[in-house]
């Protein structure tokens, strides 16, 4: 039901704000967060808007587009930026704003093709032919857009490529290689009947290497023990995802260890205390990412409450409000996924 309350499976409000509280170490100042926000969305104005209105026909459309990967370009700089600085490495603003557009755009197109069979005007194949299609993109190969979503993802896929400019060999392909292959498995998430060990699997694959990917943008040549230990971090992350979405997932038929009650944000915060001296081992500190991953933490305690709090129609540009705003995809707004 619109806007009604929801209380996870298994853990109440009050053992989420415990967990909350026992990691408010994490916690820390994001510095100049309104001037950032600004930067980014100054960013992804630039570069992004005129790659969707090239690419998806209808003007109604083409607003939403640009409201929905505005949000998550922006949300994700935040993360990458407390990745570089933690790291010690400098941001490239308009690589790591792309990171969540372009991420944005691919999970729609495998959401709409799962979703509508042939994709949003039934040109452009079944599932099985789009995952090989992409493949052979991301193999270095070509791809031929069928439809505005594809035109779109392609278009924001190549600027990516091209402001990267890094050789073949760099490990970010691979990674995105194996991302891909764990996205296609991820299909089997729709089985509710899914062994638990496999679903396991499949969501620290996702998580680990989308991470690579994502943070890897901001650092070429990455080394593999730092890859590896990013892999850790992204099935956490993932994690995190999952029980923030865990109704939508619901609704969607789709099957993760939060829909089953076998975790929690209590479960999630413990994981992240644990891998923090870890990480703090390698970079020497760790305050600049967890402080950017605590402000996702409450956000998803405050989702998982009022689902349709920041769902509202106007674009978010304040720093609360892009932070806040739920995933809207590229096709629906959340709010009417929450409606379903």
């Not at 209590?266 to 020497?284: I, K, M, N, S, T």
Request: charged share 25%.
């Amino acid at each position: 039901m619109a806007g009604s309350r929801s209380t996870p499976t298994g853990e109440g409000s009050g053992a989420e704000l415990l967990a909350l509280v026992r990691s408010v170490g994490f916690a820390g100042r994001i510095p100049d967060l309104r001037r950032r926000a600004r930067t980014y969305v100054a960013t992804y104005d630039a570069i992004v808007p005129p790659i969707v209105e090239s690419t998806v026909d209808d003007p109604v459309r083409r607003a939403h587009v640009v409201a929905a990967l505005r949000s998550a370009g922006v949300k994700l700089c935040f993360l990458i930026a407390g990745y570089a600085a933690t790291a010690g490495i400098p941001l490239r603003v308009d690589l790591g704003v792309l990171a969540g557009v372009v991420t944005r755009a691919y999970d729609d197109l495998l959401d709409d093709r799962d979703e509508n069979g042939g994709g949003e005007n039934g040109g452009g194949g079944d599932s099985a032919e789009l995952d090989r299609r992409l493949a052979e993109l991301f193999a270095g190969g070509s791809f031929h857009p069928v439809g505005d979503l594809e035109r779109l993802f392609l278009g924001i896929y190549r600027e990516v490529e091209r402001r990267l400019d890094r050789p073949a060999s760099d490990p970010i392909f691979a990674a995105l290689r194996r991302l891909h292959e764990f996205q296609i498995r991820s299909r089997r998430q729709r089985d509710p009947g899914i062994p638990s060990a496999e679903l396991a699997e499949v969501t620290r694959g996702k998580g680990a290497y989308g991470t690579v990917v994502m943070l890897g943008l901001a650092r070429p040549a990455m080394g593999e023990a730092e890859m590896a230990l990013l892999r850790e971090l992204g099935g956490v992350l993932q994690q995190l995802d999952d029980c923030q979405d865990v109704e939508l997932d619901r609704r969607a038929g789709v099957t993760t260890a939060a829909t089953r009650g076998q975790l929690t944000l209590g479960d999630v915060c413990r994981r992240l205390r644990e891998l923090a001296p870890v990480l703090r081992a390698h970079y020497g500190r760790v305050r600049p990412l967890y402080a950017v991953v605590y402000v996702y933490l409450w956000f998803c305690f405050v989702r998982r409450r009022w689902p349709r709090l920041g769902t509202g129609h106007g674009a978010a540009r304040t720093p609360f409000g892009i932070l806040l705003r739920p995933g809207d995809n590229v096709g629906q707004r959340a709010s009417d996924r929450h409606e379903r």
